[in-house]
């Protein structure tokens, strides 16, 4: 058994004969583990002795949380272009199905135009929760934190203008691409987050630029409900929302972490 180091890439994958394995990346292979989640988040891992190429895997949702918070409206930009409160003084919050998460190169569904027919991305970078945790002092709210990964929190646009709650714009299948991978060791707070559409950037933003702070808004949620390990806390998107449409590919990049890639259709 090996302890984990403080910077690392892992991944949630099924191997080709459809065993679902976490593993930690180097450059273009996966060392495989034979660690459970509950392992990993207490820096214990067990390499089982097999490598493979990422390029031969299925990468999955990089974790399996009991709940998928998000905050919405952390950035000034994001509010003002959507109608929302632009200068929070208490987090606004929303839950996402768990059966919205899909993974990175998994296709994002648009529903059926009369249920929807403004459909938008929205980058962002999610925390992956490593302890139990309630009632969090801020200024412990970070060691809660077992590494960060990619967020889309897609979403039906026409829907929460009109819905006196986010839940059916939000919660549609395949509106939460998730991945592909958590970083450990990286600080949320000082994160760049650059979305493109078929290649063009329409968001460009840094964590920095948050009206409420990460810590703020781990301790505050703590006091609403326990945090569980695995959780994911969405940390909101940047101002750059916009349509998409099927045949569109949607990247989101965030520096340390890599790159989110999905289709539309």
């Known amino acids: 058994m090996h302890v984990l180091q403080k910077t690392q890439k ?17 450059d273009e292979m996966i060392l495989q583990l034979s660690s459970s989640f509950a392992e990993l988040v207490n820096k214990e891992i067990k390499y089982d002795g097999v490598e493979l190429k990422y390029s031969d895997v299925k990468i999955l949702e990089p974790v399996k949380p009991s709940k998928v918070v998000n905050f919405g409206w952390t950035y000034a930009g994001h509010a ?12 606004f919050l929303f839950l996402k199905p768990l059966s919205s ?3 990175d190169k998994e296709k994002i569904i648009l529903p059926p135009n009369d249920l929807s027919n403004q459909v938008e991305l929205e980058g962002e970078v999610a925390l992956i929760i490593g302890k139990r945790g309630k009632n969090i002092k801020e200024e412990d709210a970070l060691d809660y934190v077992f590494g960060c990964t990619i967020f889309n929190d897609v979403t039906a646009r026409d829907l929460t203008k009109k819905d006196p709650q986010f839940t059916r714009g939000k919660g549609f299948d395949t509106f939460g691409p998730l991945g592909p991978c958590i970083v450990t060791g990286v600080d949320p707070t000082n994160l760049r987050i650059v979305t493109t559409l078929n ?4 968001q460009d933003g840094n964590t920095n630029q948050m009206s409420l702070s990460i810590p703020f808004l781990i301790s505050w949620l703590s006091q609403v409900m326990t945090l569980e390990p695995g959780d994911i806390l969405a940390t909101g998107s940047p101002s750059g929302s916009c349509p998409i449409k ?13 790159r989110l890639t999905n289709g539309v259709q």
């Open 199 to 202: 290649g063009r950037v329409v």
């Open 101 to 103: 998460l899909i993974a």
């Open 80 to 91: 003002k272009e959507t109608g929302g409160e632009a200068n929070l003084v208490e987090p």
């Open 10 to 26: 892992i991944v949630r994958y099924q191997n080709q004969q459809g065993n679902i394995h976490y593993g930690i990346v180097e």
């Open 246 to 258: 099927s045949g569109d590919e949607v990247v989101v990049e965030v520096e340390n972490i890599g």
